[in-house]
């Protein structure tokens, strides 16, 4: 049985090949933020709509998620759903990728579903380039009773297991007094000064962090004139670690870089927090072992990373497998060098690897969920 519905499964992916690659595409081609995924969304739900899914679009107070649900097996398999992109180069994480191989698992398994004892839950997650989609939903109830969750996101090279980090997002601000920069200098309370003084305060801290802490930021504002010494100073901050106690850590150590700042100048500071903070990303060993006979199945190919994997990514999945045994594997689109979060790999995710990558991302998602039910 497990053979059939196997070949089932694939096939149900073969029969939906130029739908799910026109999906993929028409995600790339119309990128849009988070939280603002209105085109995306519509299209995901539509699309499981016609794959025979019960569908609530706008659901979990969040109007650009999706819940849709085939079967009523005892088995629950949740199959996660992203479509947001990044400012300025649109899709260069791939997400149309993972929005349309999430659609076309799904529909395979619609029809396998009531036979091999699951229920098929398919979330359409906003907001997982900060902004926490699958956080929200997760404390608003979305993943409950669930028994496995899974996705796939591409990637330069193949991985079973993306290395997860936590990760924090938060805002700084500084608040000073302008003046004239030449005749009344003694006037001003310069807010650039802040943001400089913590930023070579963070550039030094960086030697005593351990391997796995990362901190990047970038400033967005700090003046307007050379002449005037600027009274605001703004940027956007990123703090990760290995797990959540070492963020919470880290990120008091960060914060007292920026308290420098504020206490150098005179400047008052305000941080705000632009998402909820992403838990690391704990996969669960048995499914990984499942999917990854599933995907060299399909002739994916797995390189050696013993030498070192690429880290330092983060992904609101983190906080789902805390909770619910979680799989997100890599799907690699032999596009080396370019790697995620540039505008090379934006282009990289519609070529004939990507399209590839979504079928076989498909294809070894249902194949995993029925090893699951037969387990």
């Known amino acids: 049985m497990t053979a059939d519905a196997k070949q089932y499964a694939a096939d149900a992916v073969g029969a939906r090949r130029d739908r799910l690659i026109e999906l993929s595409h028409r995600i790339h081609t119309h990128p849009e933020l988070a939280f603002e995924e209105e085109r995306a969304s519509a299209w995901v739900a539509e699309a499981l709509t016609v794959a025979g899914f019960e569908v609530e679009h706008g659901c979990y107070g969040l109007p650009t998620a999706v819940r849709a649900t085939a079967g009523t097996g005892p088995l629950h398999i949740g199959i996660c759903a992203e479509y947001d992109a990044l400012p300025d180069m649109g899709h260069a994480c791939g997400h149309n990728i993972i929005a349309a191989a999430a659609v076309g698992a799904g529909a395979a398994l619609a029809g396998l579903a009531d036979d091999l004892g699951l229920t098929v839950t398919v979330l359409g997650t906003p907001a997982e380039e900060g902004g926490g989609g699958k956080i929200l939903m997760l404390e608003r109830g979305a993943f409950e009773g669930m028994d496995a969750a899974m996705m ?81 100073s703004r940027g956007g901050w990123i703090v990760r670690s290995s797990t959540l106690e070492c963020l919470s850590r880290l990120k008091q150590r960060v914060q007292n870089c920026f308290d420098a700042g504020a206490l150098a100048t005179g400047c008052e500071l305000t941080t705000t927090p632009i998402s909820l903070d992403y838990a690391d990303l704990r996969p669960d060993a048995t499914m990984l072992d499942m999917y990854r006979a599933n995907a060299e199945a399909l002739g994916r190919v797995f390189p050696d990373l013993s030498g070192g994997s690429p880290g330092g990514a983060a992904t609101d999945m983190g906080n789902v497998s805390h909770v619910v045994p979680t799989i997100h594997p890599m799907l690699g689109l032999d596009c080396l060098p370019a790697v995620n979060h540039q505008p090379e790999f934006t282009a990289a995710c519609i070529t004939q690897a990507a399209d590839k990558a979504v079928l076989d991302g498909a294809t070894a998602m249902a194949w995993t969920a029925i090893d699951l039910a037969r387990a």
């Open 152 to 232: 796939v996101h591409p990637g330069a090279v193949e991985m079973a297991a993306m290395p997860g980090l936590a990760v924090s997002q938060f805002e700084v601000a500084y608040r000073g007094k302008t003046a004239h920069a030449g005749a009344y200098p003694q006037h001003g309370v310069n807010a650039a000064d802040a943001m400089t003084v913590a930023q070579v305060a963070v550039g030094l801290l960086r030697q005593q962090t351990g391997p796995d802490d990362r901190i990047a930021g970038i400033v967005t504002e700090a003046g307007t004139a050379a002449n005037i010494i600027p009274d605001a």
